[in-house]
Structure formats: C-alpha cells, structure tokens
C-alpha cells in the first residue's frame, strides 16, 4: 500500500509580513529614485559647464565676425593696408576657392581608396587586414602636423612638385584616409549577414554580392563618414600650413600655389594692421559656418536615409 503524502497548502503572509515587504520596497525604490534625480542633475551640470565655452565662443565669432562680412569679403583679392588706408584689408575670395579646391582635389585622392580599404577590411579576416586596421586606427590619433610634415617631405622635396595645391590636398587626403576607412569598415560590418547570404545562395561571386547588395546597404554609413572626413580636413591648419604656398590669385591649379582659410587665420594674426587682425573673426565665423553646414547635412542625410530604410 503506497503511502499519500498529504501536501500542505501554501500560508498565505500575514499582514505584518506584507506590511513589512512594501516598506522595504517602497525604501530601494525612493533610495533609486533620489540616485537617478542626483545623476541627471549632474548630468546636466555637466552639459552646462561642457556648453559655456561652446557658447561664449560662438558669441564672440557671431559679435566680432558678423561685422566683417559684406560682398567685398567675399569677392575680392586680400590687400594689405597702408598708412592712407589702414581698413583697406580687401578679401578673402582666393582663400575661399582655395579651401574648395583643397577638399576636392583631397577627396578625389582619399575617398575612392578609403572606402575599397574599408570594405576590404570589413570582409576579409587576414594577418594582412589587421595590419591595415591597426595602421589606421594609428593614423587616426596622430598629430595632424605629421601629415604636413610627410607631405612636405615627400611631395615637395622629393618628387620636387614644390609648394603647390597637389601637395596639401595629399595631406588633407592623408588626414582624411583613416575616418573613411574606420567609417566605412563599421559601415559594412553592420550589413546583416543574411544579406550576404542570400545573395551568395542564388549563385553570385562574392565581390558581386559586395558591390551589388553589401555596398548599396552600407551607402548611408559611409556617406556619413566621408562628410565628416571632409568637415574635418576643410579647418585644418597644420597640414596645409607647410606645403601650399599661400597663394594670393584665385587659383583652381592643382600645380599652383594656393590659399585657404586656415592659413589666411594664421597670417592675419600675426598682422600689426588691427584691421586684419579683426578680419581673422570674419574668417573663422565663414570656415565654422561652412564645417557646420557640412556636419549639420551628413546628420540630415542620414536621418532621412534611415527613415526610409525603416
């Protein structure tokens, strides 16, 4: 004869029981609610302090610059001034023709190579590729003076080009390469691998399934990224400081000595006219609206392309 086990049904807890766990729930709650009331308002302390100097700058370019601007300062040759005319300071027309002709000249060199890097890197595990991908996180956080110092080493020493265009869009390009390759590798490795399977299971080659399926889905990725790369060549100053020469005529020649507006900040501020030394808060206020307008449409760019994606 089998033994029934009679089982006990469960008590429920007393009142004092339940009274005494609300307390200690109600305690570790209000304990969390003051930890996360304590660091978001520090939080915002933080953005606060972190925005003072943003602001102030931003005032001072807007107060000292927006007084520069008018046609002339943008259409005209720089002068420099006299005892006659101690505000005759002209424009900046061939710094600004020389800043765009830097950045194309400089993406034309960067980005084809930077984006093959980048795909490379992203679908292939090699000793090679590691190598590549160290090379390029490394010149990501070198000096950007380096990259002058190589191309006026190597551009205009050795291959005697001499200080010209050419030699600052290749250290721009330089600049440019590893934000382009990091980008665009983070880019593709983000593609679902489902795409790529399906495309090698209906038979394509898989640089086929690259170019055709992989490439299409990362665009808006390296898109980003390329826009960036550029905003961030247009104000450097230390790599084009070297090597383009400074040139005073608005100039498209990749073989002529050029301007930019970096390099016109730099040598109006070491003017003892006070009249270019105050057209060096035009200049920046025109080269911070520009990376602005560029930054402010890779954001827009590729919030659309997401959106529609979804």
């Known amino acids: 004869m089998t033994d029934l086990i009679e089982l006990e049904e469960p008590t429920e807890p007393s009142t004092s029981s339940r009274e005494e766990i609300r307390r200690i729930s109600d305690n570790a709650r209000a ?10 308002a ?25 007084g520069q601007l008018n ?3 943008f259409t005209k040759l720089p002068q420099t001034p006299t005892l006659i005319a101690p505000n005759a300071t002209g424009g900046i027309s061939n710094a600004i023709v020389g800043t765009i002709a830097l950045t194309l000249y400089a993406s034309i060199l960067a980005i084809p190579v930077g ?7 992203a679908e292939t595990n090699s000793k090679f590729a590691t190598t590549l991908r160290v090379i390029a ?20 020493h050795d291959l005697n080009v001499g200080f010209t265009a050419i030699a600052g869009s290749f250290a721009l390009a330089v600049l440019m390469l590893p934000v382009i390759i990091i980008s665009t590798e983070i880019a593709v490795r983000n593609v679902p691998n489902s795409l790529r399977e399906a495309g090698l299971a209906l038979g394509a ?13 990362a665009v808006t990725g390296i898109v980003t990224g390329v826009i960036l790369a550029i905003s961030r060549a247009v104000g450097e100053t230390a790599p084009v400081l070297l090597v383009i020469g400074g040139g005073f005529t608005n100039s498209w020649q990749p073989f002529n000595p050029v301007s930019a507006m970096p390099l016109a900040i730099f040598e109006n501020a070491k003017s003892e006219w006070p009249s270019q030394r105050a057209q060096v808060w035009g200049i920046a206020l025109v080269l911070v609206a520009f990376v602005f307008v560029l930054s402010l449409t890779a954001r827009i760019w590729a919030s659309r392309k997401q959106q529609v994606r979804n």
């Open 71 to 73: 046609l002339d300062f």
């Open 31 to 40: 304990r969390r609610v003051v930890t996360s009331r304590i660091m978001v």
């Open 137 to 156: 996180q490394t010149m990501a956080g070198a000096p950007s003076i380096l990259m002058g110092l190589f191309a006026f080493s190597f551009i205009v």
């Open 205 to 217: 080659k898989p640089h086929m399934v690259s170019t055709k399926v992989v490439l299409p889905s």
């Open 115 to 121: 984006v093959l890097v980048g795909v490379y890197l």
């Open 42 to 66: 520090l939080c915002g302390v933080a953005l606060l302090i972190a925005a003072v100097p943003l602001v102030a700058l931003l005032y001072q370019l807007i107060d000292k610059g927006a």
